[in-house]
């Protein structure tokens, strides 16, 4: 492996740690949030907006994402991402310490087998920039971007039951995985020359927005006691949706001989993230 594939990886593995601690502190701010609104308001972004730790993990996921930005410049995105998802156990442990969300029988089992599966995924993803995406890939993203921010902007209570509740962080935390796929797959596709290139590039305003409306929705989805649940849910999307991207429009791809053990890797991450998102390996405690 070469000096920029290992570099890559690091980047991707303190990213996913990273990630993981952020997204118990926004959980924090998050129930906070919800405690200090009315009745049935919920969690809006103007309530986040005034919790430390909140925006303490707002801030450390901004820069676990800028360290992500190093891996995807020479790592598949399927690679990344199933890495990166890797933080679901770090958001767990930390899950069981800090928020009293239990891991449960089958929970630390989960996290060992989501370790092996990224391992499997780490050792055969092929190093290399992105192949040219199809036309029109970042018009599209860009209009999925703000489509989400639209979202994003619903008030709190507004939504009906499809916004609110169990369901409403499921709806939540997948339409944040979708943002945060389409801002890898455009970070991915980025080639400055310059700042003012950089800044000119149709991407970086879709990684831009994406991100932003990933991140507000992630936060309105962790106002409940699912931390575990909504995260789970927004990595399996992002493996998916933004693996399946790469593969199919980047002409990602992994080592020769190394595609069955690949795809068991990603089946044993997805495995231990819907494991570890059920409700027996994720218990609340009563009260």
Same mark, same amino acid.
């Given at each position: ?13 303190? $990213? ?7 997204s ?14 009315a ?8 309530g &986040?907006?005034?919790?430390p ?9 901004g ?5 992500s930005l ?11 991402? $199933?890495?990166l ?5 770090? /958001?767990?442990? %930390?899950?069981?310490r800090?928020?009293?969300?239990? &891991? ?7 996290v ?6 990224l ?7 092929r ?9 029109? /890939? ?15 902007a ?9 916004? $609110?509740?169990?369901t409403?962080?499921?709806v939540?935390?997948?339409a944040?995985?979708?943002g ?5 797959l455009?970070?991915r596709?980025v080639?400055?020359?310059? %700042? ?13 927005v994406?991100?932003v ?5 992630y ?11 909504a ?12 693996g ?5 429009l ?7 001989g190394?595609a069955?053990?690949?795809?068991v890797?990603?089946? &044993?991450?997805l495995?231990?993230?819907?494991? %570890?998102?059920r409700?027996?390996?994720?218990a609340?405690?009563?009260?």
């Amino acid at each position: 492996m070469s000096g920029a594939a290992v570099l890559g990886l690091a980047a991707a593995l303190v $990213a996913a740690a990273a990630y993981g601690v952020a997204s118990v502190l926004q959980a924090v701010g998050a129930r906070r949030a919800e405690a200090a609104a009315a009745p049935g308001a919920g969690a809006a972004a103007t309530g &986040l907006a005034r919790q430390p730790a909140y925006l303490l993990g707002v801030v450390l996921d901004g820069a676990a994402w800028l360290v992500s930005l190093v891996a995807l410049r020479t790592l598949p995105l399927f690679a990344v991402q $199933a890495l990166l998802a890797g933080s679901l156990a770090v /958001t767990a442990v %930390l899950g069981a310490r800090v928020l009293g969300v239990k &891991l449960g029988r089958g929970g630390a089992a989960a996290v060992g087998v989501a370790v092996v599966g990224l391992a499997l995924v780490a050792a055969g993803a092929r190093p290399g920039r992105p192949q040219p995406a199809p036309p029109g /890939t970042v018009g599209v993203c860009l209009a999925l971007a703000i489509a989400l921010a639209l979202l994003a902007a619903v008030p709190a209570g507004r939504g009906g039951r499809w916004l $609110a509740g169990r369901t409403g962080a499921l709806v939540l935390s997948t339409a944040a995985g979708v943002g945060y796929s389409v801002a890898a797959l455009c970070a991915r596709l980025v080639e400055p020359a310059s %700042l003012l290139g950089l800044l000119a590039e149709p991407a970086t305003s879709a990684v831009v927005v994406a991100g932003v409306a990933g991140t507000l929705l992630y936060g309105r989805s962790l106002a409940g006691d699912g931390v575990v649940v909504a995260t789970a849910a927004l990595w399996v999307v992002e493996v998916v949706v933004g693996g399946a991207a790469g593969l199919l429009l980047l002409g990602d791809g992994v080592r020769d001989g190394w595609a069955a053990p690949v795809l068991v890797g990603v089946g &044993l991450s997805l495995a231990a993230c819907v494991q %570890l998102a059920r409700p027996a390996a994720a218990a609340s405690p009563p009260g």
